[in-house]
C-alpha cells in the first residue's frame, strides 16, 4: 500500500538550518508531484510547498519563500524540504502528502491523497 | 493569496446528527476546493476532491457541494469516529491554501 514516512526533524536554534526527508513507497513517486504541509502545536493545516512530477514547477508559501527549498530524487524515491534561516514559528509537525490530478477536460483539479505521519520540527534557542 | 473562511469555526453535535460546515473563499476559485478530516494526532484524510466528488473509500455520508466562493462540506448523520477537524483547501492559486478548520465536537 502507499507509505510515506517523513524523518529528519529535530530541535534546531533560530537562523540554524534542518534538511527533511520523505521516503516512499507502493505508488510510482515519478509520476506524482508531491508536497509539504506543516501544522504548529494547537494550529490548524498551513501548506508549505510542493513541486511537480518531474522537479519542476517548485511553489512555496509567502511564509517561507527565499528560505525553503523543495526539491526530490526520483531515482531514490524521496522528497526532501532544505530548510534554512530557521525561525521560532516554523516550529510545526511537517507532513509530505502525494499530489493525485482529476482531469476533466480542460481542467485539472489536484488534491492531496495519502499522507506521512509527520516529523516534528522545533526550533529554539 | 486566495484566504479560506469556516464557519462555524467549532460546533457540538450528538451522534446522527446532520451537519453543515461552509467554506468561503476571497475570490472566486471555480470548482477547486477539497476537504480534508483531522483527528488528533493523525495526518490529515482527503474526503471530497474537486468541490463535490467523494475520495474512494471514503462514507456516503459526506457530501460536498459550491461553486466560486461558497461551499459547503455536509455529513448526514454523524457517526462517533467524524468527532474531528475539518479543513478546506483550495487549489486555484499558485499558492494552496487551507481554512482554518471546524472541530466538531461531542455535544
Known amino acids: 500500500q502507499v507509505q510515506l514516512v517523513e524523518s529528519g526533524g529535530g530541535v534546531v536554534q533560530p537562523g540554524k538550518s534542518l534538511r527533511l526527508s520523505c521516503g516512499v513507497s507502493g505508488f510510482t513517486f515519478s509520476t506524482h508531484g508531491m508536497h509539504w504541509v506543516r501544522q504548529a502545536p494547537g494550529k490548524g493545516l498551513e501548506w508549505v510547498a510542493g513541486?511537480?512530477?518531474?522537479?519542476?514547477?517548485?511553489k512555496y508559501a509567502d511564509s517561507v519563500k527565499g528560505r525553503f527549498t523543495i526539491s526530490r530524487d526520483n531515482s531514490k524515491n524521496t522528497l526532501s524540504l532544505e530548510m534554512n534561516s530557521l525561525r521560532v514559528d516554523d516550529t510545526a509537525v511537517y507532513y509530505c502528502?502525494?499530489?493525485?490530478?482529476?482531469?476533466?477536460?480542460?481542467?485539472?483539479?489536484?488534491?492531496?491523497?495519502?499522507w506521512g505521519n509527520g516529523t516534528t520540527v522545533i526550533v529554539s534557542s | 493569496d486566495t484566504q479560506l473562511t469556516q464557519s462555524p469555526s467549532s460546533l457540538s453535535a450528538s451522534v446522527g446528527d446532520r451537519v453543515t460546515i461552509t467554506c468561503r473563499a476571497s475570490?472566486?476559485?471555480?470548482?477547486?476546493l477539497n476537504w480534508y478530516q483531522q483527528t488528533p494526532g493523525k495526518a490529515p484524510r482527503l474526503l471530497i476532491y474537486a468541490a463535490s466528488n467523494l475520495q474512494g473509500g471514503v462514507s456516503s455520508r459526506f457530501s460536498g457541494s459550491g461553486s466560486g466562493t461558497n461551499f459547503t462540506l455536509t455529513i448526514s448523520s454523524l457517526e462517533p469516529e467524524d468527532f474531528a477537524t475539518y479543513y478546506c483547501?483550495?487549489?486555484?492559486?499558485?499558492?494552496?491554501?487551507f481554512g482554518q478548520g471546524t472541530k466538531v465536537d461531542i455535544k
Open positions: 513541486l511537480g512530477y518531474d522537479g519542476t514547477n517548485q
Open positions: 483547501q483550495q487549489t486555484f492559486s499558485n499558492v494552496w491554501t
Open positions: 475570490q472566486t476559485i471555480s470548482n477547486f
Open positions: 502528502a502525494k499530489e493525485d490530478i482529476w482531469w476533466v477536460l480542460a481542467s485539472q483539479y489536484y488534491y492531496m491523497d495519502a
